[in-house]
């Protein structure tokens, strides 16, 4: 039997804008997705998920997993017309939109394929595999979610817009910065919402651009912030990225309410993470006490799923 992880992912500057070539940042979270692949007699692929999720999650991404997993294969160059693999997932990574769930299902699926068929794939090569099954999920991803699926720790990510390979780096901090990472319990399709972002920017460029700007101008800040582990500038910018993202119209009121919540509780700054408009927030603590107030608070608010982790080493 084949056995492959992918981590899981939580993007703390840029989403969205990082689809039109802006650099982003994500830190990928310990929590992962592990798939097992074994052959079975029938031909093509069977699946049991027995991944953790928030209500719905899955039964809202059934089509979606079907086309990654057909894509990933297709990528592995795995012919199934003459055999048959079953799939299964698990794992402690909870499936709820914003910890990269889809893009973990196909990282990990591409390195069980490469473990069972030894395919000898290096973590280039599962991340381009993994890229071509997240077109399920995204559309068009950036490639952020699968890059920081496969590699893990503190990732700035930039989009090659011809088409060629992304440029990015792993960075390291000084030290462990504290994050808490809530649900919301909606999930949202990433192909509708970076959809609806592409219509508005298509229609008023001018709205996009002063937005991108000031996005540019903010995420190049927070990088240097980070590398200082100024967290108190850190969290300010998380601050104003989340203003960025209302204007862009894929925050949610739900989300806003979990950001307040975060700041009343002594957050240095919150944001919503990953596609919006449900999904996750996620909040910067300046010391694992305040982490712990801003998670039971956030819990008492309503979340079915708070996670406190780290970053940064
Ligand atoms: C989704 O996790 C992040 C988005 O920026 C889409 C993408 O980067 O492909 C919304």
């Known amino acids: 039997m084949g056995e492959g992880i992918g981590f899981g992912k939580s993007i703390l500057f840029g989403e ?27 031909r093509g692929w069977t699946v049991d998920d027995r991944r953790l999720e928030v209500p719905g999650y899955k039964a809202k991404k059934k089509d979606e997993q079907v086309v990654s997993i057909n894509n990933v294969l297709d990528a592995a160059g795995i012919d199934l017309s003459d055999m048959g693999i079953h799939i299964e997932y698990e794992g402690d990574l909870v499936c709820a939109s914003g910890y990269g769930a889809s893009a973990a299902i196909c990282v990990s699926l591409a390195r069980a394929l490469d473990d069972e068929f030894r395919l000898g794939f290096d973590d ?58 809530a649900a919301t319990g909606l999930t949202a399709s990433t192909t509708e919402v970076v959809g609806d972002v592409r219509a508005k920017k298509e229609s ?53 309410e979990m950001v307040d919540i975060a700041l009343e509780n002594g957050a240095l700054g919150a944001k919503m ?9 996620m909040a910067l603590s300046p010391d694992v006490d305040t ?20 970053f940064g080493l």
């Not at 969205?16 to 029938?42: C, E, N, Q």
């Not at 599962?126 to 559309?139: L, P």
């Not at 800040?221 to 300010?236: H, I, M, P, T």
């Open 204 to 256: 008023d460029s001018k709205w996009f651009d002063r937005l991108a700007n000031k996005y540019h101008e903010l995420v190049t800040d927070a990088r240097e912030s980070l590398l200082k582990f100024d967290l108190v500038r850190v969290g300010e910018f998380m601050n104003q990225n989340h203003s960025l993202l209302q204007e862009l119209t894929v925050s949610c009121s739900e989300l806003d």
């Open 273 to 281: 993470t990953g596609t919006g408009r449900g999904g996750n927030m």
């Open 16 to 42: 969205h804008f990082v689809v039109y070539g802006l650099p982003a940042l994500a830190a990928g979270i310990s929590s992962k997705t592990v798939a097992y692949v074994s052959r079975s007699k029938s």
């Open 124 to 181: 280039d090569k599962i991340n381009a595999i993994a890229y071509e099954g997240e077109k399920g999920s995204h559309g068009t991803p950036s490639g952020i979610d699968n890059t920081a699926s496969t590699f893990g720790g503190l990732v700035w990510f930039v989009r090659d817009l011809t088409g060629g390979p992304p440029k990015f780096e792993t960075l390291k901090l000084k030290d462990a910065a504290n994050l808490t990472i």
């Open 291 to 310: 982490q712990k107030q801003i998670a039971d608070a956030l819990e008492k608010g309503g979340s079915p799923f708070v996670y406190n982790t780290t």
